[in-house]
């Protein structure tokens, strides 16, 4: 069974900078993408960033070009979102989530996802 454990949140200031890790277990991942979303209050859970476990290609939303960066250990089965130049606006739950496997689809849908984890809070202050 699929377990993704999100660990690194906090609160940090703006212009700081936090790394959130997410450990995947239960399975192989060789063949999923796996991404990152966040929910802020009264809003509706977005994609924030993406990447094909095997090749490593990723897709980053508008929102977080330039600020966010998704990496991955194969070796550990870690993924990574190591986020900097942190805004208010950033502040949310973030959560990780695995495609099912060979997932063709559009990275940045949540209906693309069928594992999630728990979530962690980043709150940024002004």
């Known amino acids: 069974q699929v377990q993704l454990v999100e660990s690194g949140g906090g609160l940090v200031q703006a212009g700081g900078s936090l790394r959130l890790s997410c450990a995947a277990s239960?399975?192989?991942?060789?063949?999923?993408?796996m991404g990152w979303f966040r929910q802020a209050p009264g809003k509706a859970r977005e994609f924030v960033v993406g990447?094909?476990?095997?090749?490593?290609?990723?897709y980053v939303a508008d929102s977080v070009k330039g600020r966010f960066t998704i990496s991955r250990d194969n070796a550990k089965n870690m993924v990574y979102l190591q986020m900097n130049s942190l805004k208010p606006e950033d502040t949310a739950v973030y959560y990780c989530?695995?495609?099912?496997?060979?997932?063709?689809?559009?990275?940045?849908?949540?209906?693309?996802?069928?594992?999630w984890g728990q979530g962690t809070q980043v709150t940024v202050s002004s």
């Open positions: 989530a695995a495609s099912a496997p060979y997932y063709t689809g559009t990275w940045y849908s949540t209906e693309g996802y069928p594992y």
């Open positions: 239960g399975r192989t991942f060789s063949n999923f993408v």
């Open positions: 990447i094909r476990w095997t090749g490593g290609n990723t």
